[in-house]
Each structure stands twice: as structure tokens, then as C-alpha cells.
């Protein structure tokens, strides 16, 4: 084992990532939000408010840190630097840091372990804006510690973004992107961040960002029976946002057409604006055959705001259910236009391996 360095230091400065200076508002123009979202770097301030002071000093607590030969130091991060970790320890007369090579380290064991597991409970259930505090308290007291840490014990840090665009505050979410993906490089990992990417951007009505990003995620996914429809989906609306129905048509078709008998997450987005934009084309053959193959596979109607950008030719649409009851075109409160995020396979997001990790 090599010599451990042993420095006695007056001043400790924390090394933390950086950090925008203030939160990142839902309310801000385009161009604001555009400019701050190019130029952010770290993770940026916290929006979900504190959580208990008791678990949040939890968190906080020393981490133990063990070494090649099973020796271990219980202390906090001064620093992470060149590849060695500077551990500030408690003794009896002062602080001493411990500098350790990090191929030296042979685990790590973070404090709060019970936190962790039920704010992952809480994210599974669903209750996602009760999950945004812990989840940025978490990765407060952890995020500098992303680089050394396996890709695999930090697959749960991708609820984070997803907390954030729950909320309401998609503009949050793509800064925690920015902030975890470089760490989070497991596929599965990097397909959720590119979906909820591309979602955020689409709320954000950030059009040029959007489509570049949907051609994008229409590239990486497999031509024939992809699992997911989201990358169409988004494209197709833009489409028709933009008076282009031909090409609307043919991306919401795409899908549809390679399709399985399980219904991959937004198809019934992508049924939706084939049908509309079947029938703003004045397509009655293409209309009448998504609808009826629509009635037959199930798939449920997706009202869209989308289809208020229509400058003429729905007057007269009429879409029903059934039994012949009339569906709406635009969502209202009782519909929703956007769901948060359909996921591929499971719904779940994993919990670390345990909280000792390396």
C-alpha cells in the first residue's frame, strides 16, 4: 500500500461544481432561458425547498472510506483533486486531511442510506414533487464525488431531471441533465436523459433546439419496432405546428406502421396527428384506416394542443369514442395533452447497488 500523505491545514476550502446563482424560473423569455441554459455548467440551485433538518444533517454526516488492506477513515470531503482524495478528519486537538490515491479506494460508504431508499420509493409511486427536495439534498452532498463512482450506483440520480420537469420547470430539468449526464453512462441511463431532454425542450417551445434534438433521437433508434415513439411524436408536432401536414403525416406514421401488439410509449400521440393531419389533407382513405385500425388495437384518443395551431380545415372534424360519444380535439382539465414521461419497459428507477460504492 502506498504512503498515505498526512497534511495538517488551518483554512479547508469544500471543492464543489459549479453552480448558476440563481434558480432557473419557468417564467423566463426564450432568449433568457436559451442563454442560461448554453452557458450552465454544474448543477444548478436547488427549487424544491429543504427538506427536515434532521435528514438533511444526516446526509452530511462523515462518510467511511476504506482502503486496499481493509483499513478505514471516517471524515468529509475537503477535496477531490489529480486523482486523490483529500478526506478531512475530527481529532483529538484538530482536523488533519488525508490524502488517498483513488485507485487506493476500495469502497465508500455514504451516510443516509434509509434516505436514499425511501425517496426512490417515493419516485416509483409517483409522488415526484415530494421526491424534488430529497433528491436535490442527496446530490448536494454527493455530486462531487460523481467522477469516481460506478456508472451503475448512479442510475437513480436520473429521477432528478424528471422531479424537476413534474414541477413544472423543464428548464431545471435540462440543467440537471447537463449536470449528471457525463456520469450517468449507462444506456438505459442516457436514453431516459435523451427522452426527458427532448421533452423539456418541447415544453420549453425552444422549436429550433427541439427538432434538432428529435432528428437526433430518431437517429439512435432502431428503424424497424423502436420502443419508444417519443422522437416521432415530437417531430410530428412541430410539423404540424408549422402548417407542413405531408411531412407530419409521415413522421406520426412511422411508428404506427412498425408497431407491435405492445403499444409502445406515444403511439397514441402519433395516432392522433396521422388522423388529423389524414384529414386536414383531405385523405379519406388514410382517415378512415387509422381511425378504425386505431378503434381495433385500442389505442386511446390523444387530444393535443398542437391542433389549435390549425389555421383552417377542423371546423368540422368530429372524432368519437365507441359509442359514437364525441372526443375533444384540445385537451381540457379533465385531459391531458403531454403526459410527464411515458417510459420504455419498466416504470421503476433503480436504487444503488448500496451505498458503498466505487
Not at 427549487?47 to 471524515?75: A, C, N
Request: aromatic content about 8%.
Amino acid at each position: 500500500m502506498k504512503r498515505l500523505t498526512c497534511t495538517l491545514l488551518a483554512t479547508l476550502a469544500l471543492a464543489s461544481p459549479g453552480r448558476a446563482v440563481e434558480p432557473i424560473s419557468p417564467d423566463l423569455s426564450k432568449a433568457t432561458t436559451r442563454a442560461l441554459l448554453e452557458n450552465l455548467s454544474g448543477l444548478p440551485p436547488p427549487i424544491g425547498g429543504p427538506i427536515p433538518e434532521k435528514e438533511h444533517l444526516e446526509l452530511r454526516l462523515p462518510l467511511t472510506l476504506t482502503i486496499q488492506g481493509g483499513q478505514e477513515f471516517k471524515g468529509t470531503l475537503s477535496e477531490l483533486h489529480e486523482g486523490r482524495i483529500y478526506l478531512r478528519l475530527v481529532q483529538e486537538g484538530g482536523e488533519v486531511i488525508l490524502s488517498f490515491p483513488v485507485e487506493e479506494i476500495e469502497q465508500i460508504f455514504f451516510p443516509g442510506g434509509s434516505i436514499v431508499h425511501e425517496t426512490i420509493e417515493k419516485v416509483n409511486a409517483g409522488e415526484l414533487s415530494e421526491a424534488l427536495p430529497y433528491l436535490e439534498s442527496i446530490i448536494g452532498a454527493r455530486y462531487a464525488f460523481f467522477p469516481i463512482l460506478a456508472p451503475e450506483n448512479l442510475s437513480f440520480y436520473r429521477a432528478l431531471p424528471l422531479t424537476a420537469l413534474a414541477v413544472d420547470n423543464p428548464a431545471q430539468a435540462i440543467a440537471y441533465i447537463k449536470a449528471i449526464r457525463p456520469y450517468l453512462t449507462l444506456p438505459e441511463d442516457q436514453r431516459e436523459l435523451d427522452d426527458i431532454e427532448l421533452l423539456s425542450y418541447h415544453r420549453l417551445e425552444l422549436t429550433e433546439e427541439t427538432r434538432e434534438r428529435a432528428l437526433r433521437w430518431i437517429d439512435g433508434t432502431p428503424e424497424r419496432f423502436p420502443t419508444s415513439a417519443l422522437g416521432f411524436y415530437v417531430l410530428a408536432s412541430l410539423q404540424f405546428e408549422a402548417g407542413e401536414y405531408d411531412e407530419a403525416l409521415d413522421s406520426a406514421l412511422h411508428p404506427i406502421v412498425f408497431s407491435g401488439p405492445i403499444h409502445q410509449p406515444y403511439l397514441k400521440h402519433c395516432y392522433s396527428l396521422a388522423i388529423v393531419s389524414a384529414y386536414i389533407l383531405k385523405d379519406p382513405i388514410e382517415l378512415e384506416r387509422l381511425t378504425t385500425e386505431a378503434r381495433e388495437r385500442g389505442i386511446e384518443w390523444q387530444p393535443q394542443m398542437v391542433f389549435a395551431a390549425a389555421d383552417k380545415g377542423l371546423e368540422e372534424f368530429i372524432i368519437t369514442d365507441a359509442e359514437g360519444n364525441p372526443l375533444p380535439l384540445i385537451p381540457d382539465e379533465s385531459t391531458e395533452d403531454s403526459p410527464l414521461l411515458e417510459k420504455r419497459g419498466s416504470s421503476n428507477h433503480p436504487a444503488p447497488e448500496s451505498d458503498n460504492t466505487l
